[in-house]
């Protein structure tokens, strides 16, 4: 005589909370609202509440996460697009001529690429690429749903040379963390994002230098590229920016705590 499996408990709104606050999440009533209503039934539930009180991201245990009103497809292991970046896209959103054409760099899950296409209406011509496989294959998902294109590879090496000097929004997502202060950071990130997207090097600007030293060659007469910098970390960007020969600007958001430089190549003069 065969035997069912046991079923599953029930578990309640508040039993998902009361769980999910013993494991120290803040906005418990948020996410188990995100949770009952993602779960398809109840062993579905129970095993996202686990996965969620083991300290995996919220946005890796429903597969998603909301950026800019989007629902962005986030995979486990990838880099998972923070709020305050919004405020980057909204930069660029406000810098970008008509059918622009965008590169995102360091795209993680394509959610700065994708979001800025969707702001614009949809008309740019998008480009993305990522280093780690794992984010490509996710981008993919994202950043298809715009009709862009996303490549494998460091930095600007698997674009088309057919971008040089087309480029008029570069984003640039960079990490930049130093190296010695990812031990610091909530073990939701050092845990279950790659290294790779969160390691700036010593001075957490390593990656940065990369992407502004060659930015003039990519980018279109006026165009812009835009990353994301601490406070601190300021003062440096904006040096290595202008060495580049980009001229420096940087924007900053109280409301999302963000800081945002963005460099633009001059425009070639009249005449």
């Known amino acids: 005589m065969s ?5 599953v408990p029930s578990l309640s709104r508040s039993a998902v909370i009361t769980r999910l606050r013993a494991a120290g999440c803040v906005y418990a009533e948020d996410e188990a609202e995100l949770l009952l209503a993602a779960a398809g039934d ?13 300290g ?3 946005e890796h245990v429903l597969g998603w996460a909301e950026f800019r009103g989007l629902r962005i ?14 405020y980057l896209v909204e930069q660029a959103a406000a810098l970008a001529p008509p059918r622009a054409v965008v590169a995102d760099l360091c795209c993680g899950s394509g959610a700065l690429g ?7 209406g949809e008309t740019a011509e998008l480009h993305a690429a990522d280093v780690d496989p794992a984010a490509v294959r996710c981008a993919r998902r994202n950043v298809g749903t715009v009709g862009g294109r996303v490549y494998e590879g460091d930095l600007y090496d698997p674009l088309p040379a057919a971008l040089r000097g087309r480029i008029d929004i570069l984003l640039a997502n960079a990490p930049y963390v130093p190296t010695e202060e990812i031990g610091l950071l909530p073990a939701e990130a050092r845990v279950h994002e790659a290294r790779v997207a969160l390691d700036g090097g010593a001075d957490g600007l390593d990656i940065v230098r990369r992407v502004t030293t ?17 406070e601190r970390q300021t003062g440096t960007a904006v040096a290595t920016v202008a060495a580049a020969g980009l001229v ?15 460099g633009t190549r001059p425009a070639v003069p009249a005449g």
């Open 3 to 7: 035997v069912s499996p046991s079923p």
């Open 73 to 86: 497809a986030v995979d486990p292991g990838v880099f998972v697009p923070r709020r305050r970046t919004e």
């Open 248 to 262: 420096p600007r940087v924007a900053r958001s109280e409301e999302w705590y963000a800081t945002v430089v963005i």
């Open 114 to 120: 994708t979001a800025l296409v969707h702001a614009l």
């Open 56 to 58: 995996l991201p919220l």
């Open 42 to 54: 109840t062993a579905e539930l129970a095993a996202m509440v686990d996965r969620r009180v083991l």
């Open 214 to 230: 060659a930015a003039p060659r990519w980018l279109a007469p006026g165009g812009h590229l835009l990353f994301e910098t601490s």
